[in-house]
């Protein structure tokens, strides 16, 4: 198939197919060992990788993104499966926990309950256009669905169709061979069909990265069905910067040029590109700005839709009233960095236009006259994907009142760094108070987002033959157990 062929959306009957195929499998991929299910994704990485000379040309193709970029984020794709796999052969993320029996407990007599996370079943994941790999049909939502033992069945991006379904035949072929049951894995495409499996009863939860309108309709859905599935929502996010007083004295120039980088990389295609910096009212860096701004080439937008959309944000943020230009280039042939500049009062009486995201290659710098306008620019937001205040040591009191602020609105709060770059690990919290996610307490990125495709269970009483394996007394999976005797 050449890179002009049009790939036909998936039919209602092949979509019924594909979820019931899914429904079939859960049971036998939710049993599976840690460790058998370790193996397939290792797996998994393994053929991603052998298949870069095939899959990285095809994103190219279609995504605008460079070879370098594409290369990156395919090693972060298969290292974040193998990552997973790590987390299964440590089994630590079942919690499993055995509270034995207990006649002389203080509030009567206790049974033997034991408690374990288990698969919720199959997973529908969205997949994102801004991160073809990444964030697409091997992405962390896939990966983590898989990881838990849960069946996934994968809406590709309309963006690039051809590499999300040969994406897709590469994982299917590996998992079949490392031993995971037929359906535990299947790519669909077309709009109506994502809305149709979010619908169809055989979904038992949902993943989503993409916009604030799109993913909000498809959380409604979720939310409105006969029996509500959980549906986690990745949906935007202005990441706002704040810079203290001291810290542009101390290495303004410095925070300027790093903060140009940030916003304007990857085109500002980011989730985590930092929308809006706070300085001082003098902090004298407007001609740094703007130089740093002009010298950044132009970049060509993912996709012909995304350009649009930036061109119209980009439109409505610049007539804002109040708001002045630093650095402005033509988006005719590719999108040249927009910085724009004005001050909280503007800001806050123009919210509607200047706090929503703007996907693409923007950034507003806003001035501060007080640490106490500071303060309230800091309470005026919704919720964010991360916030970071760049300050020195001096600043403990005001550092500190700021970060309180923050954290409320964040997932992740930076000191003296920039957003942009998540890293794949288990500390990370990609995720935040609405509208940044649809649901705070969990992330999409890092180890702990296996955390939203399992459920609790508690057995009470229940015959050793009969309990889940990883909760038998002899332990057979050899898996992380807390064990509560009696006193």
Known sequence: ???????????????????????????????????????QLVAVADALDAASGELVPLAIAESNLSEGRLTGELKRTTFQLRLFAEVLDEGGYLQ???????????????????????????VLVFAASNFPFAFSVAGGDTASALAAG??????????????????????????QSAGAPDGAFSVVLGFEVGTAALQDPRIKAAAFTGSVPGGRALFDIASSRPTPIPFFGELGSINPVFVTPSAVRARGEEIAKGYVTSYSGNAGQLCTKPGLLF????????????????????????????HEGYCGRRATVTKAPGVRVLAEGSVDDGAVPTLLATDVDTLLANREALLEEVFGPLSI??????????????????????????????????????????RERAGRVLFNGWPTGVAVSPAMQHGGPYPATTDARFTSVGTASIDRFLRPVTYQNVPQDLLPTALRDDNPWGIPQTIHEPK
């Open 1 to 39: 198939m050449t890179a002009t062929e049009r790939i036909p959306d998936t039919t209602q009957a092949e979509l019924d197919t594909v979820l019931q195929r899914a429904a079939d499998a859960a049971d036998a991929f939710g049993a599976q060992s840690p460790a058998t299910r370790a193996r």
């Open 96 to 122: 499993a926990t055995l509270d034995r029996a207990d006649a002389g407990f203080a509030l009567g007599a206790k049974p033997d309950l034991r408690r374990i996370l288990q698969p919720v079943g199959p």
């Open 150 to 175: 849960c069946p996934v069945v994968l809406k590709g991006h309309p963006g690039h169709p051809q590499l999300s379904v040969r994406t897709g035949e590469i994982i299917i072929k590996a998992l």
């Open 279 to 306: 300085l001082p009212a003098d902090h004298g860096l407007d001609d740094v700005l703007a130089a740093e701004s002009k010298a950044v080439a132009a970049h060509r937008l993912l996709n012909e839709r995304l």
């Open 365 to 406: 710098v806003v001035t501060y006259s007080s640490e106490d306008e500071a303060r309230r620019a800091a309470e005026a937001f919704e919720g964010n994907l991360t916030a970071t205040l760049h300050a020195e040591a001096e600043d403990t009191e005001f550092a500190a009142t700021l970060v309180n602020r923050l």
